[in-house]
Protein backbone atom coordinates (compact mmCIF):
# COMPACT_ATOMS: atom_id res chain seq x y z
CA UNK A 1 0.00 0.00 0.00
CA UNK A 2 2.88 2.04 -0.73
CA UNK A 3 4.83 1.90 2.56
CA UNK A 4 7.16 -0.24 0.97
CA UNK A 5 8.71 3.07 -0.93
CA UNK A 6 8.97 5.10 2.79
CA UNK A 7 12.74 6.02 2.30
CA UNK A 8 14.87 3.91 4.79
CA UNK A 9 16.03 7.74 6.57
CA UNK A 10 12.24 8.46 6.85
CA UNK A 11 11.31 5.19 8.89
CA UNK A 12 14.64 5.57 11.07
CA UNK A 13 13.16 8.91 12.49
CA UNK A 14 9.83 7.04 13.39
CA UNK A 15 11.41 5.32 16.56
CA UNK A 16 12.70 8.61 17.61
CA UNK A 17 9.13 10.46 17.33
CA UNK A 18 8.02 7.20 19.18
CA UNK A 19 10.43 7.69 22.26
CA UNK A 20 10.12 11.57 22.45
CA UNK A 21 5.75 10.56 22.50
CA UNK A 22 6.35 8.14 25.27
CA UNK A 23 8.30 10.97 27.13
CA UNK A 24 5.48 13.07 27.06
CA UNK A 25 3.32 10.91 28.13
CA UNK A 26 5.30 9.46 31.17
CA UNK A 27 5.35 13.29 31.81
CA UNK A 28 1.48 13.68 31.81
CA UNK A 29 0.65 15.59 28.49
CA UNK A 30 -1.69 14.51 26.06
CA UNK A 31 -2.00 16.42 22.77
CA UNK A 32 1.28 17.66 21.19
CA UNK A 33 2.31 19.59 18.08
CA UNK A 34 4.93 19.21 15.42
CA UNK A 35 6.68 22.18 16.29
CA UNK A 36 7.18 20.71 20.27
CA UNK A 37 8.11 17.33 18.72
CA UNK A 38 10.97 19.10 16.71
CA UNK A 39 11.84 21.47 19.51
CA UNK A 40 12.53 17.81 21.49
CA UNK A 41 14.43 16.65 18.84
CA UNK A 42 16.22 18.78 16.73
CA UNK A 43 14.22 18.42 13.64
CA UNK A 44 12.10 20.92 11.68
CA UNK A 45 8.38 20.90 12.22
CA UNK A 46 8.13 20.51 8.74
CA UNK A 47 10.17 17.20 8.13
CA UNK A 48 7.84 15.14 11.16
CA UNK A 49 4.47 16.37 9.61
CA UNK A 50 6.35 15.19 6.33
CA UNK A 51 7.57 12.45 7.15
CA UNK A 52 4.43 11.13 9.11
CA UNK A 53 2.08 11.89 6.17
CA UNK A 54 3.82 8.89 4.38
CA UNK A 55 1.81 6.71 6.58
CA UNK A 56 -1.42 8.43 6.44
CA UNK A 57 -3.38 11.37 8.28
CA UNK A 58 -3.10 11.25 12.43
CA UNK A 59 -3.82 14.78 13.52
CA UNK A 60 -6.08 17.69 12.49
CA UNK A 61 -4.77 21.03 11.27
CA UNK A 62 -4.76 23.38 14.21
CA UNK A 63 -5.27 20.89 17.16
CA UNK A 64 -2.08 18.63 17.08
CA UNK A 65 -1.52 15.31 17.58
CA UNK A 66 -3.20 13.04 19.70
CA UNK A 67 -0.01 11.51 21.84
CA UNK A 68 -1.51 8.06 22.86
CA UNK A 69 -3.38 7.82 18.97
CA UNK A 70 -0.37 8.66 17.57
CA UNK A 71 1.76 6.63 19.84
CA UNK A 72 -0.38 3.44 19.12
CA UNK A 73 -0.21 3.88 15.47
CA UNK A 74 3.57 4.45 15.34
CA UNK A 75 3.66 1.42 17.59
CA UNK A 76 1.61 -0.47 14.76
CA UNK A 77 3.81 0.84 11.95
CA UNK A 78 6.81 -0.49 13.67
CA UNK A 79 5.39 -3.54 14.60
CA UNK A 80 5.75 -2.66 18.21
CA UNK A 81 2.71 -3.27 19.13
CA UNK A 82 3.68 -7.15 20.20
CA UNK A 83 7.15 -8.06 22.10
CA UNK A 84 9.90 -9.42 19.80
CA UNK A 85 11.60 -12.05 21.17
CA UNK A 86 15.56 -11.51 21.02
CA UNK A 87 18.96 -13.32 21.01
CA UNK A 88 21.98 -11.80 22.32
CA UNK A 89 25.33 -13.55 21.18
CA UNK A 90 28.23 -13.01 23.24
CA UNK A 91 28.51 -12.46 26.97
CA UNK A 92 31.11 -10.06 27.50
CA UNK A 93 31.57 -6.74 28.96
CA UNK A 94 29.03 -5.29 26.91
CA UNK A 95 26.81 -8.67 26.38
CA UNK A 96 26.33 -8.58 30.25
CA UNK A 97 25.45 -4.53 29.64
CA UNK A 98 23.29 -5.62 27.21
CA UNK A 99 21.47 -8.72 28.60
CA UNK A 100 20.88 -6.42 31.77
CA UNK A 101 19.51 -3.07 30.58
CA UNK A 102 15.93 -2.71 31.75
CA UNK A 103 15.05 -0.33 28.55
CA UNK A 104 14.17 -3.27 26.16
CA UNK A 105 10.92 -4.77 27.33
CA UNK A 106 8.47 -1.61 27.17
CA UNK A 107 9.55 -0.46 24.16
CA UNK A 108 8.85 -3.74 22.23
CA UNK A 109 11.43 -6.46 22.29
CA UNK A 110 12.35 -9.00 25.37
CA UNK A 111 15.68 -10.70 25.76
CA UNK A 112 15.09 -14.30 25.49
CA UNK A 113 17.92 -16.09 25.28
CA UNK A 114 22.12 -15.51 25.70
CA UNK A 115 25.01 -17.59 24.02
CA UNK A 116 28.42 -17.65 24.35
CA UNK A 117 31.07 -20.04 23.12
CA UNK A 118 33.37 -19.84 26.09
CA UNK A 119 32.93 -23.48 27.89
CA UNK A 120 34.15 -21.23 30.98
CA UNK A 121 30.91 -19.18 30.91
CA UNK A 122 28.12 -21.67 29.68
CA UNK A 123 25.84 -21.97 32.16
CA UNK A 124 26.55 -19.08 34.48
CA UNK A 125 23.91 -17.02 35.01
CA UNK A 126 23.67 -13.49 34.21
CA UNK A 127 20.41 -11.83 35.50
CA UNK A 128 17.56 -14.10 34.56
CA UNK A 129 19.32 -15.92 32.16
CA UNK A 130 21.95 -18.93 32.34
CA UNK A 131 23.64 -18.83 29.15
CA UNK A 132 23.40 -21.20 26.68
CA UNK A 133 26.31 -22.80 24.06
CA UNK A 134 25.93 -21.04 21.19
CA UNK A 135 26.49 -24.56 19.38
CA UNK A 136 23.03 -24.50 20.26
CA UNK A 137 21.94 -21.82 18.18
CA UNK A 138 20.49 -22.31 14.82
CA UNK A 139 18.08 -25.01 16.87
CA UNK A 140 17.37 -22.80 19.33
CA UNK A 141 16.25 -19.79 17.00
CA UNK A 142 14.15 -22.14 14.93
CA UNK A 143 12.43 -24.33 18.06
CA UNK A 144 11.57 -20.81 19.10
CA UNK A 145 11.17 -18.79 15.84
CA UNK A 146 13.31 -16.11 17.27
CA UNK A 147 13.84 -13.17 14.40
CA UNK A 148 15.61 -10.46 15.90
CA UNK A 149 19.10 -11.08 17.21
CA UNK A 150 22.02 -8.34 19.34
CA UNK A 151 25.33 -9.74 18.42
CA UNK A 152 28.04 -8.55 20.48
CA UNK A 153 31.07 -11.09 19.89
CA UNK A 154 34.42 -10.27 18.96
CA UNK A 155 34.96 -9.13 15.49
CA UNK A 156 36.97 -12.21 14.38
CA UNK A 157 33.90 -14.05 15.09
CA UNK A 158 31.15 -11.86 13.73
CA UNK A 159 30.93 -13.23 10.24
CA UNK A 160 30.44 -16.75 11.27
CA UNK A 161 27.80 -16.12 14.10
CA UNK A 162 25.82 -14.25 11.49
CA UNK A 163 25.72 -16.89 9.27
CA UNK A 164 24.02 -18.94 12.10
CA UNK A 165 21.69 -16.37 12.53
CA UNK A 166 20.65 -16.18 9.37
CA UNK A 167 20.17 -19.98 9.33
CA UNK A 168 18.16 -20.21 12.03
CA UNK A 169 15.76 -17.91 10.68
CA UNK A 170 17.03 -14.12 12.32
CA UNK A 171 15.41 -11.57 9.90
CA UNK A 172 17.17 -8.30 12.25
CA UNK A 173 20.49 -7.72 13.54
CA UNK A 174 21.65 -5.23 15.51
CA UNK A 175 25.85 -5.45 15.30
CA UNK A 176 27.90 -4.75 18.33
CA UNK A 177 31.00 -5.63 16.98
CA UNK A 178 32.90 -2.78 15.13
CA UNK A 179 33.45 -4.54 11.96
CA UNK A 180 30.75 -4.95 8.45
CA UNK A 181 28.91 -8.04 8.11
CA UNK A 182 26.70 -10.01 5.07
CA UNK A 183 23.84 -10.80 5.05
CA UNK A 184 21.03 -12.19 2.55
CA UNK A 185 19.50 -9.38 1.09
CA UNK A 186 15.90 -9.85 3.03
CA UNK A 187 17.68 -9.44 6.91
CA UNK A 188 18.40 -6.09 8.04
CA UNK A 189 21.30 -5.17 9.85
CA UNK A 190 22.46 -2.08 12.08
CA UNK A 191 25.39 -0.92 13.41
CA UNK A 192 26.37 0.26 16.67
CA UNK A 193 30.08 1.36 17.02
CA UNK A 194 30.29 4.87 19.85
CA UNK A 195 33.52 5.22 17.37
CA UNK A 196 31.95 5.41 14.56
CA UNK A 197 29.43 8.13 16.58
CA UNK A 198 32.45 10.10 18.00
CA UNK A 199 34.57 10.53 14.83
CA UNK A 200 31.72 11.59 12.91
CA UNK A 201 31.60 14.39 15.83
CA UNK A 202 35.36 14.70 16.03
CA UNK A 203 35.32 16.39 12.43
CA UNK A 204 33.28 19.04 13.44
CA UNK A 205 35.48 20.50 16.69
CA UNK A 206 37.80 23.19 15.14
CA UNK B 1 37.57 25.15 1.64
CA UNK B 2 34.24 24.65 1.20
CA UNK B 3 34.50 21.16 3.32
CA UNK B 4 32.10 23.24 5.87
CA UNK B 5 29.16 22.80 3.05
CA UNK B 6 29.81 19.02 3.11
CA UNK B 7 26.59 17.18 4.35
CA UNK B 8 26.49 15.61 7.83
CA UNK B 9 25.43 12.42 6.49
CA UNK B 10 28.40 12.17 3.89
CA UNK B 11 30.86 13.34 6.71
CA UNK B 12 29.02 9.86 8.53
CA UNK B 13 30.12 7.57 6.34
CA UNK B 14 33.67 8.35 6.01
CA UNK B 15 34.34 7.05 9.63
CA UNK B 16 32.84 3.07 7.89
CA UNK B 17 34.89 3.61 5.20
CA UNK B 18 38.66 4.27 7.78
CA UNK B 19 37.16 1.00 9.96
CA UNK B 20 37.11 -0.99 6.35
CA UNK B 21 40.61 0.39 5.28
CA UNK B 22 41.91 -0.22 8.88
CA UNK B 23 40.81 -4.08 8.52
CA UNK B 24 42.13 -4.15 5.01
CA UNK B 25 45.30 -3.06 6.17
CA UNK B 26 45.08 -5.78 9.25
CA UNK B 27 44.40 -8.35 6.34
CA UNK B 28 47.56 -7.53 4.62
CA UNK B 29 46.41 -5.60 2.01
CA UNK B 30 47.60 -2.12 0.69
CA UNK B 31 45.41 -1.31 -2.52
CA UNK B 32 41.73 -1.17 -2.76
CA UNK B 33 39.02 0.33 -4.73
CA UNK B 34 35.79 1.62 -4.72
CA UNK B 35 34.09 -1.37 -5.19
CA UNK B 36 35.77 -3.36 -2.87
CA UNK B 37 35.02 -0.87 -0.03
CA UNK B 38 31.60 -0.66 -1.19
CA UNK B 39 30.89 -4.97 -1.44
CA UNK B 40 32.50 -5.26 2.34
CA UNK B 41 30.26 -1.84 3.20
CA UNK B 42 27.17 -2.44 1.15
CA UNK B 43 27.29 0.63 -0.24
CA UNK B 44 27.46 1.55 -4.01
CA UNK B 45 31.13 2.40 -5.36
CA UNK B 46 29.75 5.29 -7.11
CA UNK B 47 28.40 6.47 -3.56
CA UNK B 48 32.06 6.19 -2.06
CA UNK B 49 33.98 7.80 -4.92
CA UNK B 50 31.67 10.55 -4.70
CA UNK B 51 31.48 10.66 -1.04
CA UNK B 52 35.36 11.48 -1.58
CA UNK B 53 35.83 13.91 -4.08
CA UNK B 54 34.47 16.26 -1.71
CA UNK B 55 37.68 16.26 0.35
CA UNK B 56 40.04 15.70 -2.58
CA UNK B 57 41.43 13.14 -4.95
CA UNK B 58 42.50 10.49 -3.00
CA UNK B 59 42.95 7.73 -6.14
CA UNK B 60 44.14 7.51 -9.56
CA UNK B 61 41.79 5.91 -12.31
CA UNK B 62 42.20 2.64 -12.94
CA UNK B 63 44.81 1.70 -10.21
CA UNK B 64 42.70 2.39 -6.71
CA UNK B 65 43.46 3.55 -3.40
CA UNK B 66 46.81 3.30 -1.24
CA UNK B 67 45.24 1.92 1.48
CA UNK B 68 47.41 3.58 4.01
CA UNK B 69 47.26 6.97 2.13
CA UNK B 70 43.60 6.97 2.33
CA UNK B 71 43.82 5.57 5.60
CA UNK B 72 46.20 8.93 6.82
CA UNK B 73 44.04 11.52 4.55
CA UNK B 74 40.60 10.18 6.03
CA UNK B 75 42.44 10.25 10.11
CA UNK B 76 43.64 13.70 9.14
CA UNK B 77 39.88 15.02 7.91
CA UNK B 78 38.23 13.44 11.40
CA UNK B 79 41.05 15.11 13.35
CA UNK B 80 41.83 11.16 14.63
CA UNK B 81 45.08 11.67 13.57
CA UNK B 82 45.48 12.96 16.72
CA UNK B 83 44.09 11.14 20.41
CA UNK B 84 41.07 13.03 21.80
CA UNK B 85 41.08 12.64 25.67
CA UNK B 86 37.19 11.42 26.73
CA UNK B 87 35.11 11.75 30.18
CA UNK B 88 33.01 8.76 30.77
CA UNK B 89 29.73 10.20 33.02
CA UNK B 90 27.91 7.39 35.10
CA UNK B 91 29.54 3.96 35.89
CA UNK B 92 26.32 1.70 35.68
CA UNK B 93 26.31 -1.54 33.64
CA UNK B 94 27.17 -0.10 30.43
CA UNK B 95 29.63 2.46 31.64
CA UNK B 96 31.29 -0.06 33.05
CA UNK B 97 31.67 -2.04 29.42
CA UNK B 98 32.35 1.35 28.12
CA UNK B 99 34.85 2.07 30.39
CA UNK B 100 36.66 -1.66 29.90
CA UNK B 101 36.42 -1.24 25.87
CA UNK B 102 39.39 -1.87 24.83
CA UNK B 103 38.25 -0.41 21.00
CA UNK B 104 38.76 3.52 21.49
CA UNK B 105 42.68 3.86 21.83
CA UNK B 106 43.69 2.77 18.17
CA UNK B 107 40.98 4.73 16.76
CA UNK B 108 41.83 8.34 18.08
CA UNK B 109 40.08 8.08 21.37
CA UNK B 110 41.28 7.94 25.16
CA UNK B 111 39.13 7.79 28.43
CA UNK B 112 41.15 9.50 30.84
CA UNK B 113 38.28 10.04 33.80
CA UNK B 114 35.17 8.64 34.59
CA UNK B 115 32.89 10.03 36.80
CA UNK B 116 29.46 9.10 38.76
CA UNK B 117 27.05 10.80 41.81
CA UNK B 118 26.62 7.96 43.69
CA UNK B 119 28.69 7.93 47.05
CA UNK B 120 29.11 4.56 47.14
CA UNK B 121 30.70 4.17 43.71
CA UNK B 122 32.82 7.43 43.99
CA UNK B 123 36.29 6.17 44.44
CA UNK B 124 35.90 2.30 43.36
CA UNK B 125 37.70 1.19 40.71
CA UNK B 126 37.07 0.30 37.03
CA UNK B 127 39.99 -0.98 35.13
CA UNK B 128 42.38 1.41 35.30
CA UNK B 129 40.24 4.11 36.36
CA UNK B 130 39.20 5.14 39.61
CA UNK B 131 35.39 6.64 39.74
CA UNK B 132 35.73 10.21 40.94
CA UNK B 133 32.66 12.34 42.12
CA UNK B 134 30.65 13.75 39.41
CA UNK B 135 30.95 16.93 41.43
CA UNK B 136 33.88 17.84 40.25
CA UNK B 137 33.19 17.39 36.70
CA UNK B 138 33.27 20.86 35.23
CA UNK B 139 36.33 21.74 36.99
CA UNK B 140 37.64 18.56 35.74
CA UNK B 141 36.96 19.41 31.69
CA UNK B 142 38.19 22.45 32.43
CA UNK B 143 41.39 21.84 33.66
CA UNK B 144 42.17 19.51 31.53
CA UNK B 145 40.52 20.53 28.01
CA UNK B 146 38.49 17.52 27.52
CA UNK B 147 36.14 18.20 24.52
CA UNK B 148 34.94 14.59 24.33
CA UNK B 149 32.30 13.04 27.17
CA UNK B 150 30.40 10.08 26.85
CA UNK B 151 26.96 9.99 28.82
CA UNK B 152 26.03 6.96 30.52
CA UNK B 153 23.74 8.18 33.22
CA UNK B 154 20.26 7.40 33.60
CA UNK B 155 17.36 9.91 31.09
CA UNK B 156 16.37 12.06 34.24
CA UNK B 157 19.86 13.12 35.11
CA UNK B 158 20.88 13.24 31.05
CA UNK B 159 20.06 17.01 30.40
CA UNK B 160 21.49 18.51 33.89
CA UNK B 161 24.68 16.37 33.00
CA UNK B 162 24.43 17.93 29.44
CA UNK B 163 24.74 21.68 30.91
CA UNK B 164 27.18 20.67 33.28
CA UNK B 165 29.81 18.91 30.18
CA UNK B 166 28.70 22.19 28.39
CA UNK B 167 29.92 24.44 31.23
CA UNK B 168 32.90 22.77 30.94
CA UNK B 169 33.52 23.28 27.14
CA UNK B 170 32.89 20.12 25.68
CA UNK B 171 32.25 19.88 22.02
CA UNK B 172 30.83 16.78 21.29
CA UNK B 173 28.80 14.04 23.60
CA UNK B 174 27.82 10.92 22.62
CA UNK B 175 24.34 10.03 24.77
CA UNK B 176 24.14 6.73 25.68
CA UNK B 177 20.87 8.04 27.87
CA UNK B 178 17.42 6.86 25.39
CA UNK B 179 16.35 10.67 25.48
CA UNK B 180 17.11 13.37 23.68
CA UNK B 181 19.54 16.75 24.94
CA UNK B 182 19.57 19.70 24.03
CA UNK B 183 22.92 21.51 23.61
CA UNK B 184 24.15 25.00 22.05
CA UNK B 185 24.70 25.27 18.50
CA UNK B 186 28.02 24.58 18.42
CA UNK B 187 27.90 21.00 20.40
CA UNK B 188 27.63 17.87 18.42
CA UNK B 189 25.55 14.92 19.91
CA UNK B 190 25.30 11.50 19.04
CA UNK B 191 22.98 8.88 20.65
CA UNK B 192 23.34 5.16 20.89
CA UNK B 193 19.97 3.67 22.17
CA UNK B 194 19.76 -0.15 20.72
CA UNK B 195 15.98 0.03 20.63
CA UNK B 196 15.89 2.82 18.33
CA UNK B 197 18.05 0.73 15.61
CA UNK B 198 15.63 -2.89 16.55
CA UNK B 199 12.64 -0.49 16.11
CA UNK B 200 14.51 0.31 12.65
CA UNK B 201 14.39 -3.32 12.02
CA UNK B 202 10.83 -4.79 12.85
CA UNK B 203 9.62 -2.00 10.44
CA UNK B 204 10.72 -4.55 7.48
CA UNK B 205 10.10 -7.71 8.85
CA UNK B 206 6.64 -9.09 7.30
Redesign the interface.
Known sequence: MGTSAVP?IV??R???Y???LS?MEAEGKEITSSQELGE???ISSAQIRKDLSQFGEFGKQGTGYSIGYLTEQLKR????NQT?D?ALIGV???G???A??A??LD???RVVAIYDNDPRKIGLKVGPFQIRDAAKLVQDLRGQRI??A?LAVP?AEAQSVTDRLVEGGV????CYA???I?VPRLV??????????????????P
Open positions: DVGLPLLRAQRLGILKVWVGDLRAVNYGFRGFQVMVRAILPTSSRVQYIDPVLHLQRMTYYV
